[in-house]
């Protein structure tokens, strides 16, 4: 039977032509009078938290990724700015044209396409650490029973606003995706509002420096992934490392007011996060030992604390180490809830 392929819709396309430049103009007017913010907030990762086709430096650079599971064969083939996501069990293939890539690439990228309205995740995505594809975080326990549960990963109706709000900017309005506006990563207003009015009459915007430690964990947690979602979801175990608000109120250290210990205190989120561990020693020291060298607040080492006291943890099937957030003298491979 011939491939079947799924036409780019008209929306699709003005898609691809607008949202880079709208969010270029967005930041050149927050540089006027935040240059300190603005300028560096392009070039980090939360910038890149999607991207479009066309845009994106990881499909451009691997434009034929295939892979193989059991009689299901998967290809994604990029050319003249469009990635088809194909899928074969020999005898007959889907392929879809890839709308949206989430992920920057730290750890990997997963690509999400649309059909009949409704949107998928690919069951596949890219790891950087095998330069390549794997199965999709999540499906590797999924026993597909034809082609097109093997195709892609439903979003279920809460879940697309959901994932489309914490990668991209003026996605969602009342909790309804809104892909017409979308605009790819997080740019200003995805955190500060809309500028509209604080532009034409120099209406305050919310002040987040403000937050208390608590306040900031549930503002990053609205993507992140607060204490209360994860701890009434009973999501235990080395899958929510990577949320790290809820992995960081656990910590003994934790004081809901003291903003020496919130999201921020330690990330800038205008800038990329440094990953040196010793660029962290002066943040655990404005608490432990009272600003002075750690080799007064700890007996075994003077220098990169996290290194200790916030180890790298695994999620099976994700090719990728994440720093647990939840601070605390680590033992052996235990995994405090």
């Known amino acids: 039977m011939p491939a079947t392929r799924c036409k780019l819709r008209s929306s699709w396309l003005a898609l691809l032509l607008t949202p880079a430049l709208f969010a270029a103009n967005q930041v050149r007017q927050c540089a006027t009078c935040h240059p300190a913010q603005a300028k560096p907030q392009p070039a980090t990762s939360m910038a890149h938290a999607m991207e479009l086709v066309p845009e994106c430096k990881i499909l451009k650079e691997h434009p034929l990724m295939t892979f193989t599971e059991g009689k299901y064969s998967f290809r994604i083939e990029t050319r003249g700015g469009e990635s088809i996501y194909s899928i074969s069990d020999g005898q007959q293939t889907l392929s879809y044209p890839i709308g949206w890539a989430f992920g920057q690439g730290l750890a990997g990228q997963t690509y999400v396409f649309e059909q009949n309205g409704e949107y998928f995740q690919s069951r596949v995505s890219y790891y950087s650490s095998l330069n390549g594809l794997d199965l999709t975080l999540g499906a590797e326990n999924m026993k597909p029973?034809?082609?097109?549960?093997?195709?892609?990963?439903?979003?279920a109706p809460q879940e697309g606003p959901q994932c489309f709000g914490c990668h991209a900017t003026n996605a969602v309005e009342a909790k309804k995706l809104v892909p017409g506006k979308l605009i790819a990563g997080l740019q200003c207003?995805?955190?500060?509002?809309?500028?509209?009015?604080?532009?034409?009459?120099?209406?305050?915007?919310?002040?987040?420096?403000?937050?208390?430690?608590?306040?900031?964990?549930a503002f990053c947690g609205q993507c992140h992934r607060t204490w209360d979602e994860i701890a009434s979801s009973g999501k235990l175990g080395v899958s929510n490392v990577r949320f790290q608000p809820y992995r960081l109120t656990n910590s003994k250290c934790y004081d809901t007011e003291d903003a020496r210990i919130s999201c921020t205190a330690c990330h800038?989120?205008?800038?990329?996060?440094?990953?040196?561990?010793?660029?962290?020693?002066?943040?655990?020291?404005?608490?432990?030992?009272?600003?002075?060298?750690a080799a007064v607040a700890c007996k075994v080492a003077k220098s990169n604390c996290i290194t200790c006291h916030m180890p790298k943890v695994e999620i099976p099937g994700s090719h990728h180490q994440f720093f647990d957030h939840q601070i605390r003298i680590a033992r052996g491979n235990e995994y405090p809830n």
């Open 145 to 155: 029973a034809n082609l097109l549960e093997a195709s892609g990963i439903p979003m």
């Open 189 to 217: 207003e995805r955190c500060h509002g809309p500028s509209e009015d604080h532009l034409k009459k120099l209406t305050p915007m919310p002040k987040l420096t403000h937050f208390s430690a608590e306040q900031t964990s």
């Open 268 to 293: 800038n989120p205008h800038e990329e996060i440094d990953r040196t561990a010793s660029h962290y020693d002066a943040k655990c020291q404005a608490c432990h030992a009272g600003g002075k060298p």
